[in-house]
């Protein structure tokens, strides 16, 4: 069985400082982990994917996770925030990253940016 | 209890076979969405609809349909002009201000 909990509900911030989106999971298997976001009225689009390679990936639009085995973890990061960031962010597990039957979404993020 | 309900969990379809995936919400959300998973990618957008009989392609709308009657359904149908059907398909659903919400998916084998 797995799952994940995003932590925060909502996250503010202004334009220009760092973004933290916080995301735990719980796995029975070496879980695949991604963020994806979802801009108003916008299909949901991948940031990143972590599938036991590097523990810190790279997504698009600067943003970063670091996957902590320790901690259960999977955070997402951003230097800078911009205003075109705020959207609703979701993190997902699964247990096997090619045969995604059991896929685990948290319940989302939703980060406003403030000028 | 209010959720998406995508049915069923697993189906299997003959090569050359028109077959359809429900997906069913009781949250009165106005937008709902079909999405693709393939092996080592993320989630492509297949179709969306933001209101009742109205819907837009998205990035692999290709051998795929939808209707969008009522808005608690939102079926998509996989055609035999689908050249690889074989995926797991996600459908999930928005208000247009608020949360979005997941079904639990569906996996279709082609056999």
């Known amino acids: 069985a797995q799952s994940v909990t995003q932590l925060d509900s909502h996250v503010s911030v202004s334009e220009g400082t760092p973004v933290l989106l916080r995301c735990n999971y719980s796995s029975s298997y070496s879980p695949s982990l991604f963020w994806y976001v979802q801009h108003p009225n916008k299909g949901l689009q991948l940031l990143l994917k972590?599938?036991?390679?590097?523990?810190l990936v790279k997504g698009i639009n600067g943003f970063e996770a670091e996957f902590k085995k320790s901690e259960t973890s999977f955070h997402l990061t951003k230097p800078s925030a911009h205003m075109s960031d705020a959207a609703e962010y979701f993190c997902v597990v699964s247990a096997d990253f090619y045969n995604n039957n059991d896929m685990r979404f948290g319940a989302g993020t939703r980060l406003t940016v403030k000028p | 209890d209010g959720g998406i309900t995508q049915s069923p969990k697993y189906l299997f379809r003959k090569e050359g076979q028109n077959v359809t995936l429900s997906c069913e919400q009781n949250?009165?959300?106005?937008?709902m969405y079909w999405y693709r998973q393939d092996p080592g990618q993320g989630l492509r957008l297949i179709y969306y609809?933001?209101?009742?009989?109205?819907?837009q392609k998205g990035d692999i709308a290709e051998g795929y349909s939808v209707s969008r009657e009522k808005k608690e359904s939102f079926p998509l149908t996989v055609t035999s002009a689908q050249k690889n059907p074989t995926a797991f398909y996600l459908c999930?659903?928005?208000?247009?201000?608020?949360?979005?919400?997941f079904g639990q998916g569906t996996r279709l084998t082609v056999v």
């Open positions: 999930a659903s928005s208000a247009m201000t608020g949360r979005t919400f």
């Open positions: 972590y599938t036991s390679a590097a523990t």
């Open positions: 949250l009165n959300h106005d937008a």
């Open positions: 609809s933001q209101i009742v009989n109205d819907f």
